[in-house]
């Protein structure tokens, strides 16, 4: 649990809100400044943090943050 508070948190700051406040529940068309920008942002976010690479393909599905944590799956640790 504590690593998805940390994931949380990163996207906290991706989106410029204060710490603690996204929970996973929030659809992402809700959060101001979601789009084309925050997605290449979430992608180097995902590589550099997790060594992940995502494809801007994998992002039409995702409808909240829950979703993004999903693209990000096994790597997150433990």
């Known amino acids: 649990m504590k690593k998805r508070n940390e994931f949380l948190c990163l ?7 204060p710490p603690g406040s996204l929970t996973g529940q929030e659809a992402l068309a809700d959060l101001e400044g979601w789009g084309s920008m925050a997605v290449v942002s979430f992608m180097a976010l ?3 943090h997790y ?5 801007p393909r994998q992002f039409g599905n995702c409808v909240t943050v829950n ?7 096994d ?3 433990a």
């Open 46 to 48: 995902a590589d550099e």
């Open 51 to 55: 060594g992940v690479a995502l494809p």
């Open 11 to 17: 996207l906290d700051e991706l989106f410029e809100l």
């Open 67 to 73: 979703d993004l944590l999903a693209l990000i799956g």
């Open 75 to 77: 790597k997150l640790p």
